[in-house]
Structures are given as structure tokens and as C-alpha cells.
């Protein structure tokens, strides 16, 4: 069988590819490497498009621009519908940074550069975050878009190497180069790996290797094409079976999904039909196949509002997701995909109308999002006052002087003053630390409140105050290093302070280094005079919409225990290494406000604590300040100024 020619098992095995993605998507059990159908997809993708190019090529006929409008008027149709559907949709619910960032993942999708927005956007494919963002899927569209603008123009280029033996060892080769990357760069950088294009490659050259050489590989035995696609099968379910979120990937883990897709698609080429070619080839699975590009679409971005939403997956919810999607697709499909792919649009009126129209639209809504300080019109009026607070009281920006001022200068006005005024006016704390002790700010002023304590706020996002000899090593940004070595000036100026110290603990504390850079400034500190209490931390939330609960209109909004396991972890690591080591140092915590052994509250009397998925926002911060006091001595109570 001709490479060039229709293949109705390619559309089957399509048909898997996109089933297991929605299997592993919609959380059906032993379907935990499901993610392997996206590079299924990839060797389909490199196997048909090198047939096409081969064909055209072949011609002398070859066109850039028609062969890219074509691949514009394939994919961008119905990724706008979808999106502009999701947009619609989630606008009633998705709040702040998670409407922004829609916006902005929207843009990236439209232009082909998604997955590089992702990578730098997410800690990983796998996170919590990354479960509410109903664009993610269009990562892996966008690798082969990426694929696309450069494989033309390459197999062009290598035209008259084609026919010579050599060609099949320096392809051989540059696939090797391409997996040995792969396997390299999932363990040195898994995110990059995962959402790049570098790392798929060998994957797509899988399926271009096939297309390429077809003419040349073996033609198979009745029980070779037999063993060789159920061998295929095997590899594809046993790695959806197998992987999980927790696998290295993509590298030699994606190598048997792959390898046994190209095995299938060579079984397929032999003039022995095996049962395998035979079971993809039937009419439900080549329908279910026509239609995987728009199911692709559509199965993912419901799942995302549900997820923001907390919704549990339960079996009828995912046979609805499921009934959803289907016809989504049918309808898509029928009514969108293939009404515009075969239009004879040029590709100038391809580009404007299908990617630079609806940039320049997106662009604006982008640019709504995030000028526009109010968009509370999208909220229930009811629940307007509580989408204000936690929009608008990010400590952050009330005291931006103190969080965001000089990196060498910092201010040191009454706008940065907290507490109870000095006879000389002058500070006897301070509040040292990063954007989470910015959001402390509420916290520590009702725990001074009737104290002689005056402290001076200086915070700064991800920069810690760390003394010397430890600058240099701590931070790589000469900022931050003369904001520590300037920090460090004052305190040695002003000795017999009250320094109080909080960050983002569970994010430094995994490294030991971290700990003792940590540990080395409190030594500094005491050693100059100083007194010194650590204010723990607030747990992270498993996302950013648990911070959205109350307007949400949800009841419980208590977090489970398991889910901040983690962090409640690395903080009594982080404690008992500092009290191992400086038992003088004074702790508070204000966990104990809020957490039991069952979990702990985001809210209290009806006011959201949080602003995003691991700050307080102001009024919380304070709110969390007046219940440690009602149900605990004040730590700064009999503390005398020294």
C-alpha cells in the first residue's frame, strides 16, 4: 500500500489516540499515561504531512502559500469557535489572573505559540494550576504548527538527497540526535521538554521516517503485519496503562507509545490486512477518527471550568462531558471544519481573516482585562463586594512604597510605618521578607495594635533578605543583592531591633541551601542585637479558584488536610532546623487560626482570606490577625523593646 494513499486504520487509530486523551482528562481509572494519545497524534501527524509534501513536491507544482492557507483553513475554524465558546462561557466565573491568563493563552493558541507561553507560565503540565486552564490543550497543537513552518521548507531543501542510500543514514542519525535530546532534556528540564518542540521531535520524525522510506522498507508476511501491529496496540495501551504523571516524559517513555503507532502504520502498509488494521479500520472507530481534531477541542475546556469550579468528576458527569463533546465535535465538524478547508482563499485572505482579525480582537480583550481595575459587571451583583476585596485589597499595591520601592533606597516615610508611633518617631521593628510578609502586613498591625511595637515594612517579591557572606550566592540579580547588602547597612546602623521575618517558606525551604542562608541571617541578626520572630506561613491552596469559593457561591470552602500536606511538611522541616540551631528565635504561627488536623479554613465569617491560591489578601490578612487573638495569648504581649 502506497504511504500516499487514504488509510481508514490511520483514522481508528486517531479514533484511540483521542480516547485515551479523554479518558485521562475525564480521571477514568487505570488510564494514568492516557496524555501518551497527544504523541500518538504527533507520529500520525509527521507520517501524513511528509506524504502530502512528498506528493506536491513530486509535481514541481510546490507552494508555500498554498500549502500553509490550507493548514490555516484546517485548524483555525474550529479552534475559534471553541475558543470564543470558552470565552463566552467562562467569563462568568473565571476571575483576575485566570481571565488575564485565558486571554493571553488564547493569543499564543491563535498564532501557534501556546506551548512556549505555557512553559513559561506553569511549574508543569501535571499541576493544579494547570487543570483550570481551558486553553492547555492547544500546546500540543501549537508543537505541530511549529512542525509545520519548518518541515517544508527542510524536506525541500533535502529533495535531492531523498533517493540516495546515505539519506537513510543521516536521518537514522538525526533521529537519534532528536530521541537522545528528548531523553536528556526530560530529566535536566521536564517542563521545557514536555511543552517544546525540541523534545517531540523524534517523535513527529517517527512518522516522517515512515512516509519517507516506505518504498524501501520490507514488505511484510501475513503473521509479520499480525504480530507487528498487535505488538503496536500493545505498546500504545500498555503505556496508557502503565505512565502516570509521576514518568519522565516525554524521552524513552514516549518512545514506546510512538514506536508502536509507526508499527501499526507500517503493518498497515503490507497487502495482508491484520485484525488489528482490520478492528481500526471499522466504520465507528474511522468516525470517531473524522472527528478527533474537533473532539480534541472541545473534550478539554469543560473539564477546565469544572475543575475551577471544584467539581468532583462523578461517572455521570464525565458520560455527560463525554455526550457534550461528541456533539460539539459532530457539529463542528460538519458545519465549521469542513465548510472552510477547501475554500480557495489565498493565504493573504486566509491570514487576515482567520489569524490577524481575530488577534487584533483578542489584543483588545487582552488589553480590557488588564487596564480596566472593575470588570465586576460579570459577577452576581450579590457577590460584587467580595470579588472587590479580593481584587482590590492586594497589600502589594495599597503599600507599593514598602513592596515595590528602591532595591538600594528603600522608604522609610509613615507610609511604610505600622503600630504605635515613638517618642522619636523612629522604628523600634521591622517587617522583613518577600510578597507573602507584604501580605503579613494586616496580620502583624492587629497583633502590635496595643504594643509599644513601630515597625518599618520593607518586602520584596521573591527576595528574601539574606546577609552577608551569603548575597552573592543567594541571588543572581545585582538588585537584589544590593537591596539585602543595603538592608544589611541599615540593621547594622540601627542594633536592638525587632525583626520580624516571613516568606514564601514552603518555595525556599525545599532547597537546603535556602535553609541555611536562612539560618546564617538569623545568626547575623542576633549577633548585631537583634531579636528575631519568624511568622510562619499561611498554606498554599491547591489552586487559585479555591481563593474564589465564597464567590462562587460554594458552602465549604475548607481545604483538606492531604491537599496541603506538602507544605505543612516543609514547614516543620523549616522550623525544626531553625530551632535546632537558634532555640532564642520567637515564633508565630498563624496556622493555628485556621487549621486542624482535618484541614483548614480559606474563610472566616464570611471574608475571604486569600487573593490568590498562597497570599493573603489585606482584609483577610487582618481578619486572620483578630481571630489569633481571640483564641490565643498575644506572643508580643510581654515582649518589652529593647
Known sequence: MSALQYRRDIDGLRAIAVTLVIFFHYQFPFFSGGFIGVDVFFVISGFLITGLLLKVQSSDDFSFSTFYSRRIRRLLPSFLLVSLVTFIVISRYYMDDDYYIFSKSWLGSVVGLSNIYFHGELS??????????????????????????IWPLLLLLCKPLIKQPK???????????????????????????????????????????????????PELSRWQAESISLIGLVAIVASAILLNSESIFPGYNALWPTAGAALIIYAGMSSHTSLVTRLLSTKALVFLGTLSYSLYLWHWPPVALLNYQLVELTLPIKVSLISFAFFAAWFTHAFVENSLRYRQWSLRKTFGLL??????????????????????????????????????????????????????????????????????????????????????????????????????????ASAPFIAEPNIDKAFAGEKDRQRS??????????????????????????????????????????????????????????SQSHAYCLIRGSTDCDIDALEIKDDLHYAQLFRTSIEARHPEVLWINPRLAICDQQGCKTTLDGLPLYRDDHHLNYLGSKKLGEEYLRRFTNPLEDLQIQ
Request: glycine residues 4%; contains cysteine.
Open 124 to 149: 508543569q503540565y501535571f499541576s493544579a494550576d494547570a487543570k483550570i486552564i481551558s486553553l492547555l490543550h492547544t500546546w500540543s497543537l501549537a508543537v505541530e504548527e511549529q512542525f509545520y513552518l
Open 485 to 542: 547588602r543595603a538592608l544589611q547597612q541599615y540593621l547594622t546602623d540601627n542594633p536592638s531591633l525587632t525583626v520580624f521575618i516571613n516568606n514564601w517558606w514552603t518555595a525556599y525551604t525545599q532547597n537546603s541551601e535556602n535553609i541555611e542562608y536562612t539560618s546564617a541571617t538569623i545568626d547575623w541578626l542576633i549577633k548585631q542585637g537583634h531579636r528575631v520572630i519568624i511568622i510562619e506561613d499561611v498554606p498554599g491552596l491547591p
Open 355 to 460: 489569524i490577524l482579525l481575530p488577534c487584533v480582537l483578542i489584543w483588545l480583550v487582552q488589553l480590557t482585562i488588564r487596564t480596566n481595575d472593575d470588570i465586576s459587571f460579570r459577577i452576581p451583583e450579590e457577590k460584587r463586594a467580595l470579588y472587590k476585596i479580593m481584587q482590590q485589597q492586594n497589600a502589594g499595591d495599597l503599600y507599593e512604597a514598602c513592596f515595590d520601592g528602591a532595591d538600594y533606597d528603600f522608604d522609610q516615610s509613615e507610609s511604610c510605618l505600622f503600630g504605635n508611633a515613638t517618642s522619636n518617631g523612629k522604628p523600634n521593628s521591622m517587617l522583613l521578607g518577600d510578597s507573602h510578609a507584604t501580605a503579613m502586613i494586616g496580620l502583624l498591625e492587629q497583633l502590635v495594635a496595643d504594643t509599644p511595637f513601630y515597625f518599618l515594612a520593607v518586602t520584596k
Open 167 to 217: 539519506f537513510v543514514l543521516i536521518f537514522i542519525t538525526l533521529w537519534l540526535a532528536a530521541f537522545t535530546f528528548s531523553t536528556w532534556h526530560a530529566i535536566v528540564d521536564p517542563v521545557a521538554a514536555y511543552f517544546l518542540l525540541p523534545a517531540r521531535l523524534f517523535e513527529l520524525m517517527l512518522g516522517c521516517g515512515l512516509s519517507l522510506f516506505a518504498h524501501r522498507l
